[in-house]
């Protein structure tokens, strides 16, 4: 049973355009959340996280949402640019150690 | 080179072959993990190193043989595998296994692993 759930296996964009990326967890013990971006024949990219102790992180065009009582958190991209294109994972980690558990991948495609 | 780096990036090998992957980090960086990521699945842990010792092995058969010679190398040596083992092998790196919150994990592009 997947701990972290990515439900949209792509999603499509026009250029300039707000994206959001959705992921739901089910592990309550889950206290750090990452999202990385992956190109095709390149590995993850780390791009942003947030801790259990904050609903919102932000660093530039990106925001990361968290909300602990549905165990969802969002990644939103604004304004979405054709170099956005790329795959993006959902992450989770416990308190301890450095264990991350992955969601699928969510396929996004900025159109221009 | 800089980041962390895997060779080959393409591998076929037939179910009886013995081959090796390889993942090497200049990062000066402690922990390293194999991670492997089949069609439209999640990636999965396999193996975790901190320090040269392995401190994880997440149930991967022992067809899958992990070795770590020192903290900037990585070896996984794979022998009798079986076709759904195809899949994208990715080496990763982190300063060591402390919290998350300083410990980013740096990937490498990853082997693309066909087993006839």
């Known amino acids: 049973d997947q701990q972290v759930k990515q439900n949209s296996p792509s999603l499509s964009v026009q250029e300039g355009r707000i994206s959001i990326l959705n992921c739901d967890y089910t592990n309550s013990m889950f206290d750090y959340f990452l999202w990385y971006k992956k190109y095709p024949a390149e590995g993850p990219t780390f791009l942003i996280s947030?801790?259990?102790?904050?609903d919102k992180n932000e660093d530039g065009r990106f925001t990361v949402f968290l909300n602990k009582s549905a165990k969802h958190l969002s990644l939103h991209i604004v304004p979405s640019q054709p170099g956005d294109s790329a795959v993006y994972f959902c992450?989770?980690?416990?308190?301890?150690?450095?264990?991350?558990?992955f969601g699928a991948g969510t396929i996004l495609r900025v159109k221009s | 080179e800089t980041g962390v780096t895997q060779t080959p990036r393409h591998l076929v090998m037939g179910m009886t072959n013995k081959k090796s992957l390889k993942c090497e980090q200049h990062?000066?960086?402690?922990?390293m993990y194999w991670y492997k990521q089949s069609a439209k699945k999640p990636l999965e842990l396999m193996f975790v190193?901190?320090?040269?010792?392995?401190?994880e092995n997440n149930s991967v058969p022992s067809r899958f043989s992990p070795e770590c010679p020192n903290s900037s190398h990585l070896f996984l040596h794979l022998h009798t595998l079986q076709p759904e083992d195809s899949a994208l092998y990715l080496c990763?790196?982190?300063?060591?296994?402390?919290?998350?919150?300083?410990?980013?994990?740096?990937f490498g592009p990853g082997t693309r692993l066909t087993v006839l």
């Open positions: 947030i801790s259990s102790i904050k």
């Open positions: 990062l000066g960086h402690n922990a």
């Open positions: 992450a989770a980690s416990a308190a301890y150690g450095n264990k991350l558990v």
């Open positions: 190193y901190n320090f040269k010792e392995q401190t």
């Open positions: 990763a790196s982190s300063q060591d296994r402390g919290a998350l919150a300083d410990n980013e994990q740096f």
